[in-house]
């Protein structure tokens, strides 16, 4: 079976699941992606094309009439790798609502589609012009410019729902995130047994073979019991400021507290000037990315707590693999499988300040006690969610798809 995925990039931590699912027997994968910079990538993503084990097409991308990006000569390419499925996202899926001839050329190959989504930002459909006036498709900008009293916003918004409708339906299967996908594409009419659920988790397998590697090895930092770790990149909806407000407070009741914030982004000299702003220059380390987890996972094992203040997902994977308790609010929604709160770690009112700095105290002021909910990070990640689990669900999507009958 040939799966083609369509993608806005080639992230390094997506490239180990690709390489994993084409290795199994009597199954290859392919990908087309974006010639230049993809316009569906976040700000400073990381992306590799180090190790990857299948075939990569790089198409041209170009704004649809419609106003979204997809790709140039993506028929053809379809004609010459002849795929037997198709795995798409938002917003490339748009191609095949609004234009029938290529739905119709597609279905006519006998190929079937899947759509993939996280979906943590998706409304249910009865919810969704309310959803949207709330300022629910706010970007990593944390920008939403709506008017949700305007006829503009109305039409916009409605098009949006019945074009999600209709995307939804149209594909064969759904690979998702989290259970929350049940009840949300079920509120677009999706039958539940074309929703598989195959939770988010980078190549879990090489991450922990990397740690018992540099076991007891630190070249990153000196020693600190109390030290918090952020990994991402610096963008809005990350929420770094706040949590850097919150790491103030703390340095009240634990003066010898140290924040590392890892990663890059537009946001980077902000926060730079914040931490200067706020006096706490001599606590807080900016190391920029870091993507060799031979040397991240030195900042995880000197690290006592990772906290994530806004969006993110697998960087709560990367710190459960090696052992430390979380603290998120909502990430990309699969934190509610990830993090059990009082139990491997916190989940904090989101936005909420107050209650970040709560959690933290609580776990700043019995380290003993924080690093026994390490460990169960890490059962988590063995027992519950890794990638045997993910490509396990995936090839139950496959399956579906290929006793389809049209």
Known sequence: MKILFTFGG???????????LNRIEGQEIVVIAPKADGKTVGSGVHQSLEGIEFKVNFLEEYKTLWGKPFFKKFLETIEEERPDVIVTIWPYILAFVYNPLLLWKIRKMGIKLILKE?????????????????GGVASETMQ????????GFKLKYSLLKYSYKRAFNLVDAHVDYTEEAYDIFGSYGVPKEKIFVIYNSPDTDLILADKAKIEGINTVLPENPLRLLHVGRLVKWKRVDMLIDVFKKLLVQFPTA?????????????????????????NVVFTGGVYEMKILGQYFNASLVYVLAGMGGLSIN?????????????ADGTEKKLVKDGYNGYIFEDGNAEDLFK?????????????????????IIRDEVNIHVVIENYQKAFQFCNSCLF
């Open 10 to 20: 080639l992230p390094h931590y997506y490239n180990l699941v690709l390489n994993r």
């Open 118 to 134: 996280i979906p943590f930002n998706i409304p249910k459909f009865k919810e969704a012009l309310d959803y949207y006036a709330k």
């Open 359 to 379: 959690k933290l105290t609580v776990l700043l002021s019995d380290p003993v006690k924080t690093r026994k909910m390490g460990l169960n990070s890490g059962q």
């Open 258 to 282: 140290e924040l590392v914030i890892v990663g890059t982004g537009p946001e980077e000299q902000h926060l730079k000037n914040q931490v200067i702003d706020l006096g706490i220059g001599n």
């Open 144 to 151: 939403t410019n709506l008017k949700p009293n305007s006829l």
């Open 318 to 330: 990367d710190a459960m693999c090696f052992d430390k308790p979380i603290v998120c609010a909502v």
